[in-house]
């Protein structure tokens, strides 16, 4: 089964609009963290937001949120005012933290395009 | 600050030729991976190393070797490789220091052809 599900292969959006990435996660463990990366056409990873499965508040970074709903296993990331910048490859990953496991799992990735 | 360094950048293989990627961080971080991405897939942890001296297998295992010389260097190794290995392959490390927060440095990534 799936640990990570991303559903949208593709998305479009207009520059200065928000948009909304959706990641949902599957993990019996009640420790875990989720991450979100991007991936520009350049192909280096860059860390965006990071979310703790105890934290009560969504995680923000500039203009990256986290909408972390964790009865419906989902941690969608929100961009704001969208810049031509932000089209990249967008991975949301998960950290297990059963037996200290230190490796992150995967999703399949959201291609983001920002149009002007 | 060179963070993640792999080399080469792109490599190509004929089918059941051997080859080794270079990984080495200079962050002192105890634990290192290796991934390969391909297309449609995200990354898939190939092997990881949660501290100098330990290697576990990942998901996709199979056709690989790992070597954890030192803290620092984390080499992956194609012993015969095969078209199936064609992939980009992403080196990467983290802190063991922490409450599971820690992110993952990539490195800039390997392109490698298997013909």
């Known amino acids: 089964a799936q640990k990570i599900t991303q559903t949208q292969p593709g998305m479009f959006v207009q520059e200065k609009e928000a948009v909304t990435l959706d990641c949902t996660y599957d993990?019996?463990?009640?420790?875990?963290?989720l991450f979100w990366y991007k991936q520009p056409s350049s192909g280096e990873m860059i860390f965006l937001i990071y979310q703790g499965s105890y934290d009560e508040q969504n995680a923000t970074e500039g203009r990256y949120s986290l909408n972390f709903q964790k009865a419906r296993k989902s941690a969608n990331l929100v961009i704001s005012a969208s810049q031509l910048g932000d089209s990249a490859m967008y991975f949301c990953?998960?950290?297990?933290?059963?037996?200290?496991?230190?490796?992150?799992?995967f999703g399949s990735g959201t291609r983001l395009q920002v149009q002007p | 600050n060179a963070g993640v360094t792999q080399t080469p950048k792109f490599q190509v293989l004929k089918t059941g030729q051997s080859m080794t990627l270079q990984c080495a961080q200079d962050m002192n971080h105890n634990s290192m991976y290796w991934y390969r991405q391909d297309p449609g897939m995200g990354l898939r942890l190939i092997y990881y190393s949660a501290s100098e001296g330990t290697t576990d297998k990942g998901e996709v295992p199979n056709g690989y070797n790992v070597s954890r010389l030192n803290k620092r260097e984390f080499s992956l190794r194609l012993e015969s490789a095969a078209p199936s290995q064609t992939s980009v392959y992403f080196c990467?490390?983290?802190?063991?220091?922490?409450?599971?927060?820690?992110?993952?440095?990539f490195g800039s990534g390997t392109q490698l052809s298997v013909l």
């Open positions: 990467a490390s983290s802190d063991t220091v922490g409450g599971g927060d820690e992110k993952l440095f």
């Open positions: 990953a998960m950290r297990e933290h059963y037996m200290g496991r230190r490796a992150l799992t």
């Open positions: 993990t019996s463990d009640q420790s875990y963290g």
